[in-house]
């Protein structure tokens, strides 16, 4: 049985993919050139499980996207206390390229706006760094993090340079005031290559549920960051990574995002999955219009709105499975949203049913979202299509409208239909 969820993503990108508005990039002639009708997203959850839908395969450079992971890695390398010293936390309600600084000490206000992630870019691998080790630093660590060697864009990588002016003089005022060691042009020699590094949206879920994860890098398994320095990245995404759009991104989405001008987009739900999307028109913000609209619909279908007064449970939401005679029958328990209904659907494709019977037994089960519901109905109906007998128990309710995407009624059953070892389910 294959899981519905690439269908889902497909479903978002052609509710958005006739969204007006916005224009690439032009500022930078390479990031000017490119086709603004690409459309790709992909998630990935804290278990290891990718999906991805549409232009998953094509490559775009990282951009502003790469700041809070090299935030993150000033954090493992250098410590909370070492790493303020030189940046803040707070948003800034400006544009990225503003030079923010704090009236007091001369600090970017904070790591997502560019003043700030050039300042924080010159503290990996060490001050006396070179900028080769300290690109390849942050080269072979965000490749740890997307789970394969990461290449860079050359091309994009000479056109930005050559139009660097405004960052130059960030990076001069940075220098002037203490702020960063390095020659200007080093300072920005080092950040724009760490921008120029090649990704696809289905690198970017991966990246981000890593964050999600706690540092475990979920299909690889490595550790790479310390809790701690996720929660913390995490913290100052929330208010800072959409820029001077960040409040109305989290009162609409409430999701910890950040954006790059190439069109990419990723948001982290900390402890359940990473997702990114990819579309190179962007607002005035410098977000992408489609990838923004996709977000939203996905938060609002799937619960995952931080502030959302939605029960979450942690427990697992299956409590057994039974077959009795030519039945097999799955007690649920918990909150079915979008990761218990993940784990139910990955568990009933490992199953060997041969002919028998499927029924969700859902007597344990505490409350339900859209996108749970929607999952199991989705899995049922395609168990029904490979010629299973299917249906449910369901006393509470919980399934709501028992109707699955064909049209199609589910069955339901009473609690007595199944006894097991003489005691009712």
């Known amino acids: 049985m294959k899981t519905p969820i690439p269908f889902y993503l497909e479903e978002i990108l052609d509710k958005v993919r006739y969204s007006d ?7 930078i002639p390479e990031l000017a050139d490119a086709n603004p009708s690409y459309l790709a997203a992909a998630m990935c959850t804290t278990t290891g499980n990718v999906y991805s839908a549409g232009d998953k395969e094509e490559r775009f450079t990282i951009q502003s996207i790469s700041k809070p992971f090299v935030y993150a890695l000033a954090l493992q390398e250098l410590g909370l206390d070492a790493v303020r010293e030189i940046v803040g936390m707070e948003p800034s309600g400006e544009a ?38 300290r690109v390849e630093r942050i080269r072979s660590y965000m490749s740890r993090l997307a789970g394969r060697e990461l290449g860079m864009d050359e091309r994009v990588c000479g056109s930005e340079l050559e139009h660097s002016d405004r960052n130059l003089s960030l990076a001069h005022m940075l220098r002037n005031y203490g702020i960063i060691k390095d020659e200007a042009p080093d300072a920005v020699t080092t950040y724009i290559r760490q921008c120029s590094l090649l990704v696809d949206v289905r690198d970017l879920a991966v990246m981000s549920a890593t964050l999600a994860n706690g540092g475990h890098q979920p299909v690889t398994g490595e550790k790479i960051l310390d809790t701690d320095v996720c929660r913390l990245t995490l913290s100052v995404m929330s208010s800072a ?12 989405v409430g999701i910890p995002a950040k954006s790059g001008v190439a069109g990419g987009l990723l948001g982290t739900l900390p402890g359940q999955l990473g997702i990114a999307t990819f579309s190179p028109r962007l607002n005035k913000e410098g977000n992408s219009v489609r990838g923004v ?43 079915i949203n979008f990761n218990a209904a ?30 749970g519901r929607r999952m199991l109905k989705e899995g049922l109906r395609r168990l029904r299509e490979s010629g299973h007998d299917i249906g449910v128990v369901d006393p509470d309710n919980r399934m709501t409208d028992l109707k699955m995407s064909d049209g199609t009624e589910v069955p339901v059953h009473d609690m007595e239909d199944y006894e097991i070892a003489g005691e009712e389910i």
Do not use: C
């Open 342 to 371: 993940e784990t139910i659907l990955y568990e009933l494709a490992d199953q060997d049913f041969d002919n028998e019977a499927v029924v969700l037994d859902m007597s344990g089960v505490t409350g339900s979202n859209r996108m």
């Open 21 to 27: 508005g916005g224009a690439v990039a032009d500022y």
């Open 293 to 335: 609209e996709a977000f939203k619909l996905v938060s609002r279908d799937m619960g995952l709105h931080l502030m959302s007064t939605e029960e979450r449970y942690g427990i697992a939401p299956i409590r057994d499975i039974h077959e009795e005679e030519d039945t097999y029958v799955f007690r649920l328990q918990g909150q």
């Open 241 to 252: 990574g959409m820029y001077d759009g960040a409040g109305r991104w989290m009162a609409e």
């Open 96 to 133: 990225f390229n503003e030079l923010s600084l704090n009236a007091e000490d001369h600090r970017p206000v904070n790591p997502m706006i560019n003043a700030g992630a050039i300042a924080v870019t010159q503290l990996i691998n060490g001050v006396d760094s070179t900028v080769d080790e």
